[in-house]
T-cell receptor, first 112, second 116 residues
Framework: GQQLNQSPQSMFIQEGEDVSMNCTSS?????WLWYKQDPGEGPVLLIA?????ELTSNGRLTAQFGITRKDSFLNISASIPSDVGIYFC????????????FGKGTLLTVNP | GAGVSQTPSNKVTEKGKYVELRCDPI?????LYWYRQSLGQGPEFLIY????????DSGLPNDRFFAVRPEGSVSTLKIQRTERGDSAVYLC??????????????FGPGTRLLVL
């Protein structure tokens, strides 16, 4: 079953606002990944984090790998309508270098 | 093709029937994964292939599910005696398969299975 707690479940924001979502776990992860999924599509990788404490940016997106290796957050700055979608955190547990464990997702709605 | 492709995109079947779902990975990718995504949930791991062999099938829910990859490229997920609870989106992903893992997995669009 799922071992990642992702929050919030959903967010409704105005265009231009910043967004923050996070994932926590009781288990240690070797990697943290953030994916976006549009309706009818598979998840698309946004950011990958490989080291505890790592802070990585991809355009308006910034994500961090928690120092304890049990959490991660994703920030989106200056949101735009095309940011709408479901965002998933995912990770590879210590001892597994291929199997991804996913959170339940955060549904983001951006009002223009 | 440029990405992972899956067919069919949608499948409606009746309880008790047999279904096959196909995945075409990115050319040259030796690692292939199947995940299942239920409504309102994140994808859940089913099985991982390295080449032709199933390196980890620990996520398959029961013996009605099995998958093959006979030539190390295309994979087929097979579900026997389908049940209503099998209804979900079945996602396939592939990666280069280099030693050491920690690779980016590229997902296909999924097959939406509905069991009536």
């Amino acid at each position: 079953g799922q071992q990642l707690n992702q929050s919030p479940q959903s967010m409704f924001i105005q265009e231009g606002e910043d967004v923050s979502m996070n994932c926590t776990s009781s288990s240690i992860f070797n990697t943290w990944l953030w994916y976006k999924q549009d309706p009818g599509e598979g998840p698309v990788l946004l950011i990958a984090l490989y080291k505890a404490g790592e802070l990585t940016s991809n355009g308006r997106l910034t994500a961090q790998f928690g120092i304890t290796r049990k959490d991660s957050f994703l920030n989106i700055s200056a949101s735009i309508p095309s940011d709408v979608g479901i965002y998933f955190c995912a990770g590879q547990l210590r001892g597994s270098n291929y199997k991804l464990t996913f959170g339940k997702g955060t549904l983001l709605t951006v009002n223009p | 093709g440029a990405g992972v492709s899956q067919t069919p995109s949608n499948k409606v079947t009746e309880k008790g029937k047999y279904v096959e779902l196909r995945c075409d990975p990115i050319s040259g990718h030796t690692a292939l994964y199947w995940y299942r995504q239920s409504l309102g949930q994140g994808p859940e791991f089913l099985i991982y292939f390295q080449g032709t062999g199933a390196a980890d099938d620990s996520g398959l829910p029961n013996d009605r599910f099995f998958a093959v990859r006979p030539e190390g490229s295309v994979s087929t997920l097979k579900i026997q005696r389908t049940e209503r609870g099998d209804s979900a989106v079945y996602l396939c992903a592939s990666s280069q398969g280099l030693a050491g893992g920690l690779e980016t997995q590229y997902f296909g669009p999924g097959t939406r299975l509905l069991v009536l």
